[in-house]
């Protein structure tokens, strides 16, 4: 049989409450899913470096790792060696001795390199001292991984020009998974949703919400649902919250099933952030939850999602300002069946947390399609 290690620098969180906590378990759960279709053992190692040491040392000795075919691991926000709790790692150098295990047996190795924050001083919290030591660490990090990684897998193709590895970089976004949840039949006025943070300007629910107003304005064509932590919402000035109650809007707080029983009852979603540097490559992963739950999406022109969007018709695109988003939202409206048909017959098929293991697979034993 053959076998397949997945190696995770890390301690897999308890409580999944984000999307970085949630991609390494779905990654894992399709890779095992994978292993019993295609016959092949899933090994796993992750946990504090100690724990690590330890699984390595006896998988090792148990002849587990021989003939290994390929292994796949997953980085944090924060360097390798400072993953342990408390940032002090208690074997530093467990994972160069993995690394250099699986080069000596030529084991293909991918890694899927998770956020570059920490290059953008507007988004980067350090300051001082502080700054500089671990922005130097980072770099360190694409160094070693420079030295034992064949590729290095991305959120997109866009975020590739801001990662100083100098190996095989391929695009591997958040996956879908199929949710059973019951579309409703659109009738006017259409429902849309925006899920996230609304205190955040960046965001852009306040542009939303002004498109909101231009589609209504001859017409009632649309309601909107914002879901948002409560503590947020009550954190906002009186003058938000009155011009959030001037609109046909109404506010949830709700995360779980208790979202997706919410999902089941709207129509389509949206994401409008405003376009930045880093806005640009990254690649939400609120956009496949939506397309999860079977909502075409309507997105500002953010590069990454954009194309993610735009190649399978999954949505409506419009430019960062209320004119433009308005003409998406009455764009979105009259050809809803269109979006919503590509939703359903493609974003699975093609998207699913399996056909990024797939892909693994193919990129790591370089196959052709």
Known sequence: MKKVLIYYPFQLADKVDSGSKLRPHEMLQAFRKWGQKEEVEIILISGQSDDREKQFNELVTGGKLDDLWFCYMENQTIPIWLTDNGHRPKKPFIDRQVLRYLQS?????????????????????????????????????????????DTIF???????????????????????????IESRHPIVPYKGIYVGAIQNEDYGLYL???ALE?????????DLTIVC?????????????????????????????????????????????????????SVPVKLVEYLSSGLPVIATDCTAQ????????FGVI?????????????????SFDIYKDAVDSTF???????????????VLLKEEL
Request: with cysteine.
């Open 306 to 313: 954009k194309r993610f969007i735009e190649t399978d018709s």
């Open 229 to 281: 932590r409560e503590n947020e919402f009550n954190g906002l000035s009186d003058t938000k919250k009155q011009r959030i109650r001037e609109l046909p809007v109404e506010i949830r707080h709700v995360s779980g099933k208790e979202l997706d029983v919410v999902y089941g009852e709207m129509d389509f979603a949206f994401i409008p952030r405003f376009r930045s540097e880093y806005n640009d490559f």
């Open 318 to 334: 419009c430019e960062d300002n209320k004119d433009s988003m308005a003409k998406a939202i009455n764009n979105m409206i009259e």
């Open 154 to 180: 991305l959120p997109s193709t866009e975020m590739g020009k801001y990662v100083a590895i100098n190996r095989n970089k391929d695009e591997l976004p958040p996956g879908g998974k199929k949710k059973e």
């Open 208 to 210: 939303l919400l002004d």
């Open 105 to 149: 047996k030529q084991v293909p190795v991918g890694i899927f390199y998770r956020d570059v924050y920490w290059k953008f001083d507007e988004l980067y919290p350090l300051k001082g001292a502080k700054r500089f030591i671990m922005q130097s660490i980072y770099r360190m990090e694409e160094r070693f991984l420079e030295k034992y990684v």
């Open 214 to 222: 231009i589609v209504n304005r001859e017409s009632h064509k649309m």
């Open 348 to 362: 699975l098929e093609k998207h699913s947390w399996e056909a990024r293991v797939e892909k693994v697979k193919r």
